[in-house]
């Protein structure tokens, strides 16, 4: 996913700018995240997503990425929201996705 891809696609939260709240602001825990431009309140489709770009920012990897690529990411949420089931197996249900 490349920097300016929306990562919460309710709000159009980009992954520079989770990236670079994570990075600046140091948040403990990826539910803070919320607190930049609201990202993760809407679908709860993105809350996997801002945990690991939370994780990966925290421990320093120059540059924190996701493994899909826009289209992709945007029929998986397609999906989710028909279904409220994700597709991935190493996600969390969706009953645990509160962030």
């Known amino acids: 996913m490349e920097p300016d891809d929306p990562v919460c696609l309710c709000f159009g939260v980009s992954k520079r700018k989770i990236v670079n709240y994570c990075r600046r602001e140091k948040p403990p825990v990826a539910s803070l995240i919320s607190e930049c431009l609201s990202a993760g309140t ?4 993105c809350i996997p997503f ?8 925290i421990e320093g ?3 924190p990425d996701l493994p ?4 992709s990411y945007a029929k998986k949420r397609a999906l989710y ?8 197996k190493n996600t969390e249900s969706h009953s645990d996705n509160k962030i």
């Open 42 to 45: 809407g679908c709860g489709w």
């Open 61 to 63: 990897p120059e540059n």
């Open 68 to 71: 899909l690529d826009p289209q």
């Open 81 to 88: 929201r028909q279904t409220g089931q994700r597709e991935e």
């Open 50 to 57: 801002l945990k690991s770009l939370h994780q990966q920012a």
